[in-house]
């Protein structure tokens, strides 16, 4: 089994370490990944409302939270994955304005939610690449015109990004990461 440390990398829970529970399906986005992508989004982060899918360590989300934003939903679908990720929220002494955590599946969650997002963080399992494509159906008209799209996917899958635009993006090692923005001139 993999040792999988898992810290917050800045802000307010610097150096906070993540418990990790049923490591087998988790794979959590490393220290260096999350650095690069916060450097990219900058002191924007600052009170977006922030979606965290396929949560797994909730690492992403509360890097976020961590670093000011002003509210993580975590959605994971798998029960005791989203009883750790609860579990933190009580750690970190977060209140349920700030992180709320969903066990649910993500894209049948997303048909019902109806809430536009600042920035979401889209990093599903490698294994089912169709989860992309529905994923960012989906999110299509849910993030806000300014909002960014975290992707992260094999590097040896690629994905379309329509209608989004790909802002940013950069590989480590097996892992391609994007942020994707709205395509202001698709016609939907």
Known sequence: MLNHKVRI?????????LKLIDQK???????????????????????????????GSGALGFEAL????SKVTFIEK?????????????R????????????????????????????VFVDPPFTDSNLYAKVLNELHNRVSTLGLIYLEHSKRTPIDTHPYTVWKEATVGEVKFSLL???TDSNG
């Open 9 to 17: 990398v800045a802000g307010r829970f610097k150096g906070h370490r």
């Open 66 to 69: 961590s670093r000011g934003a």
């Open 92 to 119: 970190l002494d977060l209140s349920a304005h700030e992180a709320e955590v969903i066990c649910r599946n993500c894209v049948s969650w997303l048909k019902q939610d109806d809430q536009v997002w600042d920035l």
């Open 78 to 90: 798998h029960t005791k994955i989203a009883t750790q990720i609860k579990d933190t929220c009580h």
């Open 25 to 55: 399906r988790l794979r959590p986005t490393s220290d260096r990944v999350r650095e690069t992508v916060f450097n990219w989004i900058g002191p924007n982060i600052t009170s977006m409302r922030v979606l965290d899918l396929f949560a």
């Open 181 to 183: 923005s709205l395509d």
